[in-house]
């Protein structure tokens, strides 16, 4: 790989079913975490409330990472909505395990079926 | 004296090249592979903290990572200039301030949850935390 085709953090959304998929590609750290917030904060702002954020491409997340998923609960949380993880990798869902926040994510193997649970819960 | 010592402008860009430093170090001093995750994260989480100390206090002062092959064991310390930081506003990443949601200190949790040996002290001239993982490698 070219060092000018280096992708620290690449972010894309789009509708699935009524939820919002955000897809999440690269290193979520204390340099790209900020991306990641300014693009929950937009969802939300513009009524997206149902969120599933797809980690399957995410290579690296630290504390600042988390710390923005918990800030985007929280805000889908205020208007009665719902933010769901994709997530297998089991060096990301480690960092899960050990601070205790697979208690407050749900945490899926794929998209479909994070919509489905959340479908489901309605 | 350390085998490897970088020091870098407090940017949070450059935490990134700090990450990948320590990884390769811990690679070539014998760490195993499955515990160079978790090198990669606790290097990232401290030098985390330390930018952020650093950018609310003393921005110009660069932050210090060594990075020591012992027989058996791999070590890294990461030094900051800034102020005790533990709980307070300058608690690494979660801090008061930064629109984060988690509390101060939790940078440390991950890391104290990651490594395990981990010594974080604290004076009037900074923070030091050293962390240190098991390695198959020789003193050089």
Not at chain 1, 84 to 92: D, M
Request: glycine share 10%; aromatic share 4%.
């Amino acid at each position: 790989m070219a060092l000018e085709d280096f992708v620290d953090l690449k972010l894309d959304h789009h509708t699935k079913d009524g939820i919002e998929i955000v897809d999440v590609e690269g290193e979520i750290d204390v340099y790209t975490a900020p991306r990641l917030r300014e693009l929950l904060i937009e969802l939300v702002n513009n009524g997206f409330y149902q969120l599933v954020v797809n980690m399957e491409k995410v290579e690296f997340l630290d504390s600042t990472g988390l710390g923005v998923l918990v800030g985007g609960l929280k805000r889908v949380r205020a208007h009665d909505g719902s933010l769901n993880l994709v997530c297998t990798q089991e060096r990301i869902l480690k960092i899960f395990r050990i601070t205790g926040l697979t208690k407050v994510f749900g945490i899926h193997d794929t998209v479909d079926e994070a919509i489905t649970a959340r479908k489901s819960e309605k | 004296m350390a085998t490897v010592e970088v020091s870098f402008t407090p940017l949070p860009a450059h935490v990134r090249t700090a990450r990948l430093v320590a990884t390769a170090v811990a690679r070539r001093s014998g760490v195993a592979e499955a515990l160079l995750d978790e090198v990669r994260l606790a290097v990232g989480e401290a030098c985390s903290r330390a930018v952020e100390a650093h950018r609310l206090h003393c921005p110009a002062e660069p932050v210090r990572i060594a990075l020591t092959s012992l027989a058996g064991r791999f070590e890294v310390e990461v030094t900051d200039t800034g102020p005790a930081a533990r709980g307070s506003a300058a608690g690494g990443p979660g801090a008061a301030g930064d629109g984060s949601s988690l509390p101060p200190g939790f940078g440390i949790a991950v890391i104290a949850g990651l490594a395990d040996d981990v010594e974080v002290s604290e004076t009037a001239a900074g923070t030091s935390i050293r962390m240190s993982w098991p390695s198959s490698g020789i003193e050089s």
